[in-house]
């Protein structure tokens, strides 16, 4: 082959690219090997991979335990999920009657289609639909879980528990914190200097404040401030704290997106001779709460995680339950698999909902 | 209505309902009438129900005799000693999980952060997995995880793991050696206070220079062999005026040592490992602001990567990350009352639970317990303004 061929101007063929910058070899010379710094980084990487992925995959998958019914059953050296499987029903509805069960099944699977329609674009009657879940489903839920009418067996809330709680507790939260949040957004920005001082200083008493301490509050303050003989159940006092706690939250949120309406819209509004809540209602809010969508989903994701805390004043939520299985006697060693199982169980949920307030992040994003 | 008064303004013929002024002012009375009875409604019921109970109110409580131990205290406590007392222990318990907290989980986050924006694939993806995976996981699991599951699981005392026969782990905790101060020991932290006002009295004449010549002084190595030398210098010539108490093996347990207690460590590593994966978000997101033209300027000036992110990119990247950062650290602190969940005693553990169950003041341990939060929530916030419009004086 001769390399001296004469080309007129132009006419040179296109050459592919040299094999090492392309396919694989090409990749892994760009994003591992580039240089000696990288080359030992990813030596180093591989090493810890291998010091932590084979262990912990052998220990959950190959060396596990999965049938069987008591701790015999694990013999083989790796996570014992027999442990999980027996408990799973207490994990799930912590004390609620066995034969009653359904009614919780009954109670989640009708919220989820009740939403489902709520995330299908070409539904139309989503301001309906919404206002049904958030004032008559309550209710239909509320009697479906504590029962003592319509010829249900009344289930006390002591019985409540597992993630079936955890999940009532975040829901309740963030669904009753909404309207307060919103509230003490608006009075925070409010030019009456006592609406805003009061929504301010009340916004950063809780935002100040663990929510450890607040739910200490609801347990042992709050009977102190009722008067003699009205008493209420422990969880409704817990749901009380968290409400409040995570009002805070949301408000903080909100004022966010109010804070991101150009001054222009509130202004028109004015001009056209909208009061202030009609203003609100159909101008400001409308593109104030699309803006805040993913700071609201962020919010739940950290209400769901602080919902663990409850166990703390005595409910069993859902890692409250799992902790009093592993110190079963019966079952005693065996807390790593429990912790494990309930450690996954969380990610999922707060992963995904991570994920989908980043798309939402994105579809919102493009329209600018 | 009033026609008389021409040269004014044309009187106004809003109704008084109708005026924004009359309305701000009865809204306000209204809300602050509504503040005011729901608040003497609950004093009334909580003053009532004090009194069928049979509590005293007021905090002279704080002065009587505790009664119960503390496994770890930075001050001296003892069962003799007073409510307020064990509120101190519990506050300096708090703070120092907090302090050691932030420090770790800062530089985990700041490496992570880093490592998650490399330009090596497997470097950066395996910083991904740490933050997805730790964020996304309650806080108390981890606590929990760490306390029960791992620590938990050391050996006991008998079979600790043994560093050089000087640290000894197990269940009980970390025992290490202590260091006892003989005569003669003041020499050596004189030496290490002269070493500190050097260091700085260096670092001022070092900058003066750069700024009037241009020329470099290595002033980290010089400070290092400063404050290692001198204390070194001192410690030889009083001839060593210090020894060690090592922990020995007594019974079913270690006497003797330091002993950092396995709660401690529990909630610290738990502490670190979750703030440290917000951290490192913050970080991400903070270098991401500052403009890639930036980086390119200075590789075009030969600058070399690591200069280039430590001298050009991190102080632009500080102004957007120290916010959100400040609010991490107040959540850590808020967090750490969390260790009442596995006892470590601080202030929550402590204050909020064991008194509050022997004395029963709710109400004065709950308000100070919130207080004592809110003012450490708004020193920070104050301190990290301070140190915020101090960053941002650099902007041109």
Known sequence: MTSETQYAPGSHPELPPPPSTVGVVGWLRGNLFSNTTNTLLTIFAIYIVYLLVPPAISWTLFNADFSGDSREACDSGGACWVFINVRLGQFMYGFYPVEERWRVDSTFILLVVLMVPMFIDSFRHKAWLGAFILFVYPVIGFYLLAGGSFGLVEVETPMWGGLSLTLIIAIV????????????????????????????????????????????????????????????????????????????????????????????????????????????????????????????????????????????????????????????????????????????????????????????ERKLHTGH | MNKQD???????????????????????????????????????????????????????????????????????YSEASSYGRAFAVGLLNTLLVAFCGIIAATIIGVIVGIARLSKNWLVARMAMVYIETFRNIPLLLQIFFWYFAVLRALPSPKNSVNFADGVFINNRGIYMPSAIYEDGFSLVIWALLIAIIGVVVMARWAHKRRDQTGQQFHTVYASIGLLVGLPLLALIVAGFPLSWEIPALKGFNFVGGTVIIPEFVALWISLSIYTASFIAEIVRAGIQAVSHGQTEAAHALGIKAGPTLRLVILPQALRVIIPPLSSQYLNLTKNSSLATAIAYPEMVSVFTGTVLNQTGQAVEIISVTMGVYLSISLGISALMNWYNAKMALVER
């Open chain 1, 173 to 360: 939260g963030i669904v009753g914190s909404f309207p307060i949040g919103l509230l003490l957004a608006l009075g925070r920005r409010s030019k009456m200097p006592a609406v805003s001082a009061f929504c301010t200083g009340f916004i950063e008493l809780w935002r100040g404040v663990p929510l450890i301490t607040v739910l200490f509050m609801s347990s042992v303050m709050f009977p102190l401030f009722l008067p003699e003989g009205v008493n209420f159940d422990k969880l409704i006092r817990a749901l009380v704290g968290v409400m409040l706690f995570s009002a805070a939250y949301m408000a903080e949120t909100v004022r966010g997106g109010l804070q991101a309406i150009p001054k222009g819209q509130y202004e028109g509004a004015e001009a056209l001779g909208l009061t202030y809540w009609k203003s609100m209602t159909f101008i400001i809010l409308p593109q104030a709460l699309k803006h805040v969508i993913p700071g609201i989903v962020g919010n739940f994701i950290g209400l769901f995680k602080d919902t663990t805390l409850v166990l703390i004043i005595g409910l069993f939520d859902f890692l409250g339950i799992v902790q009093a299985a592993s110190t079963d006697p019966k079952w005693l060693g065996y807390s790593i698999e429990g912790y494990v199982f309930c450690a996954m169980v969380y990610w999922v949920f707060c992963f995904s909902m991570s994920q989908y307030s980043q798309s939402v």
């Open chain 2, 6 to 76: 021409s040269a004014g303004p044309p009187a106004s013929t809003t109704k008084p309902w109708n005026d924004p002024k009359v309305r701000s002012i009865f809204f306000q009375a209204v809300l602050l009438i509504a503040v005011v009875f729901s608040g003497m409604y609950i004093f009334g019921n909580t003053a009532d129900n004090l009194e069928r109970q049979g509590i005293a109110t007021g905090f002279g409580f704080l002065g009587t005799t505790a009664g119960f131990g503390i496994i770890t205290h930075l001050i001296d």
